[in-house]
């Protein structure tokens, strides 16, 4: 049973990625996902989040507009596509969620709620 994050790599400024997000041993689709990320230095913080059901959609201010989040319940993913990258978007990427919830509405951020998580993918913004 786990969450298996992938898709990241080195882009130049205002490039583009997109970001997979997987589940293994369990059906993804009944349960909120979201994208945190953490840069060197820096506390993890929410990036993104899905909701299973209604499919609502959550963004932080810093990514709203340049990425998209979105699932395929069939295969059990949630993508996160990332575009018009910056400096400030460098940083490993994990996907989450509590196997338990499906909605979590405006708390969709609260990293407390979510206790299954990937293991990151590094994504680099360098010229």
């Known amino acids: 049973v786990q969450l298996q994050a992938s898709g990241g790599g080195l882009v130049q400024p205002g490039g583009s990625l997109r970001l997979s997000c997987t589940a293994s041993g369990f059906s993804l689709g009944y349960y909120a996902v979201a994208w945190f990320r953490r840069a060197p230095g820096k506390e993890r913080e929410a990036v993104s989040g899905i909701a299973s059901g209604t499919g609502n959609k959550y963004y932080a201010d810093s990514v709203r507009g340049r990425f998209a989040i979105s699932r395929d319940d069939a295969k059990d993913t949630v993508y996160l596509q990332m575009s018009d990258l910056n400096f400030d978007d460098a940083a490993i990427y994990y996907c989450?969620?509590?196997?338990?919830?499906?909605?979590?509405?405006?708390?969709?951020?609260?990293?407390?709620?979510?206790?299954?998580w990937g293991q990151g993918t590094q994504v680099t913004v360098s010229s």
């Open positions: 989450a969620t509590d196997r338990k919830t499906a909605d979590y509405g405006p708390a969709w951020y609260r990293r407390s709620q979510y206790d299954f």
